[in-house]
């Protein structure tokens, strides 16, 4: 019985900060899913994570278990905000869906999401840059993330853009794309305005050329990312 309980008030807190996680990220991507977004709660790993999904359809999946203090993760004000609040993003990101790629899900179910083909670094950038903005946590407030992105550049080896691009076995390997993309992402906000990100998301949502990149980055901010970078 105490064990359904508990279940249950964790289900109630996740679908709280849910719908916390909509209200505030809502306005800033304006958009807003036509369906529900399903989460799957797990308690039965030791493990700090959480992934999202938006084909077939919305999905969130949550690891109740809280990070170590050696964890990237581990600066955060309460870990399911910070962590729904990034998975969130990603569904309202890879949501965005307009014109051809629109009408093509329209006949064929939910199989095409333009944002869903941006680079990882942008896609998880984005997503810890939103962790961290409407938080009082975040991996850009974490002395771990400063430290390695510091230690980079004091040692002249600061990773380029097509190694944070691809699968890279630098270290941090697998934190390459939320390390550079999520300083990139702030760099992108701080000089051009949180809209810009905005944007990006809304054109390149409607983009049917794959990986035409640099095109809409050139029409939002003027620059390619290359330049940028």
């Given at each position: 019985k105490s064990v359904r309980h508990d279940e249950a008030?964790?289900?109630?807190?996740?679908?709280?900060?849910a719908e916390r996680c909509h209200?505030?990220?809502?306005?800033?991507?304006?958009?807003?899913?036509?369906?529900?977004?399903?989460?799957?709660?797990?308690?039965?790993t030791d493990g700090a994570?959480?992934?999202?999904?938006?084909?077939?359809?919305?999905?969130?999946?949550?690891?109740?278990?809280?990070?170590?203090?050696?964890?990237y993760l581990h600066d955060y004000e309460?870990?399911?905000?910070?962590?729904?609040?990034?998975?969130?993003?990603?569904?309202?990101?890879?949501?965005?869906?307009?014109?051809l790629p629109r009408v093509v899900n329209?006949?064929?179910?939910?199989?095409w999401s333009p944002n869903q083909m941006q680079p990882r670094w942008f896609i998880e950038g984005l997503a810890v840059h939103q962790e961290t903005k409407q938080t009082s946590g975040g991996r850009l407030r974490t002395s771990l993330f400063d430290m390695t992105l510091r230690a980079h550049v004091l040692s002249g080896k600061l990773?380029?853009?097509?190694?944070?691009?691809s699968n890279?076995?630098?270290?941090p390997r697998g934190h390459v794309p939320y390390l550079?993309?999520?300083?990139?992402?702030?760099?992108?906000?701080?000089?051009?305005?949180?809209?810009?990100?905005?944007?990006?998301?809304?054109?390149?949502?409607?983009?049917?050329?794959?990986?035409?990149?640099?095109?809409?980055?050139?029409k939002v901010l003027g620059k390619t990312y290359e330049q940028l970078y």
């Open positions: 008030a964790m289900a109630q807190k996740v679908a709280r900060i209200r505030v990220l809502v306005p800033i991507f304006r958009h807003e899913p036509s369906t529900r977004t399903h989460i799957v709660v797990t308690d039965d994570n959480g992934s999202a999904q938006s084909i077939p359809y919305n999905i969130i999946r949550v690891f109740l278990t809280g990070p170590s203090s050696r964890s309460d870990w399911l905000l910070g962590l729904i609040m990034h998975e969130y993003t990603h569904i309202l990101h890879m949501d965005t869906i307009h014109g329209a006949v064929m179910g939910r199989v990773l380029r853009l097509d190694q944070i691009t890279t076995r630098i270290y550079y993309g999520a300083y990139f992402v702030r760099y992108i906000a701080d000089r051009y305005g949180e809209a810009a990100l905005t944007k990006i998301s809304h054109g390149y949502g409607g983009t049917p050329v794959p990986y035409a990149l640099n095109k809409v980055a050139k």
